[in-house]
């Protein structure tokens, strides 16, 4: 629950301002909620690919090394879920493995995929995930940082 903490720390409450994470698992969503405190922030049991939210009623979503967990079929459901949740000219932040660009982000890839024993991070390497996001319903994609060699942050909205 950090990453929503953080997000939940900068926003006005009292405008309505309001964090919301999810997780599937239910000993992690109970652990986050210990340290909600005064901060405008929830947390909620769901999956990615069945978000349990109503069409666009979020301005913003953020995932955080996420994507890398999910096999393509489930990268482009839960892409396309998220899109949905977000209002037109919605805003997601996408952190997460991607296409490696120098030797040290190729190591560092590849020996993830092989040591978690993870398919799944071979897609994201080999640029699979970036191809999800146009048929996934963005159209407006903005890749803002690319760190380690490896880790891509994209800006992705829902026109």
């Known amino acids: 629950g950090e990453m929503t903490l953080e997000v939940a720390r900068r926003l006005d409450g009292q405008a309505g301002g309001l964090a919301i994470g999810l997780d599937a698992a239910p000993k992690m969503i109970a652990k986050a909620r210990k340290k909600i405190g005064d901060n405008p922030c929830r947390f909620d049991i769901g999956v990615a690919e069945k978000l349990p939210y109503a069409d666009?009623?979020?301005?913003?979503?953020?995932?955080?090394?996420?994507?890398?967990?999910?096999?393509?079929?489930?990268?482009?459901?839960?892409?396309r879920e998220v899109h949905r949740v977000l209002c037109d000219d919605g805003l997601?932040?996408?952190v997460d493995v991607?296409?490696?660009?120098?030797m040290f982000g190729r190591f560092c890839a590849r020996s993830g995929e092989w040591l978690f024993r993870q398919p799944e991070i071979g897609e994201n390497i080999d640029g699979k995930l970036r191809g999800l996001f146009e048929p996934a319903g963005f159209t407006r994609v903005e890749q803002l940082a690319h760190d380690m060699g490896y880790v891509t942050t994209f800006s992705l909205r829902k026109e």
Not at 59 to 78: G, R
Not at 98 to 102: A, Q, S
């Open 92 to 94: 997601f932040i996408l």
């Open 56 to 79: 666009g009623v979020f301005a913003k979503a953020v995932s955080t090394y996420f994507f890398h967990h999910l096999n393509l079929e489930d990268k482009l459901t839960a892409l």
């Open 98 to 102: 991607d296409i490696p660009t120098t």
